[in-house]
């Protein structure tokens, strides 16, 4: 089986700056595109940010500019660097990493809540 797990969530203040990780174990050793998502009390879960075969990299339009996406050379992990956090970024953020167009696995989640 694959275990996802996310770590670097965390309380912050408006301003500034988390960085989350994700790795996994079990069968695959690296990924096919490896992603962020976020989702807010009583809101769907959406798209933070990609990270595609080639260097290809998409972003939410409300993160654009604050947040990067990068992955190890291996691509066996993925980071989000979070700048300028706002309020509204508050939110659980859950990795996605898929090995191919079926199979896609999740992490549970870690929490992310900007306050002052």
């Known amino acids: 089986q694959v275990q996802v797990v996310e770590s670097g969530g965390g309380l912050v203040q408006p301003g500034g700056s988390l960085r989350l990780s994700c790795t996994a174990s079990?069968?695959?050793?690296?990924?096919?595109?490896m992603g962020w998502y976020r989702q807010a009390p009583g809101k769907e879960r959406e798209l933070v940010a990609i990270?595609?075969?080639?260097?290809?990299?998409n972003y939410a339009d409300f993160v654009k500019g604050r947040f990067t996406i990068s992955t190890n050379k291996a691509r066996s992990a993925v980071y989000l660097q979070m700048n300028d956090l706002k309020p509204e970024d508050t939110a659980v953020y859950y990795c996605?990493?898929?090995?191919?167009?079926?199979?896609?696995?999740w992490g549970q989640g870690t929490q992310v809540t900007v306050s002052t």
């Open positions: 990270a595609a075969p080639g260097g290809n990299k």
């Open positions: 996605n990493l898929r090995a191919s167009r079926e199979i896609e696995y």
């Open positions: 079990g069968r695959f050793v690296s990924w096919y595109i």
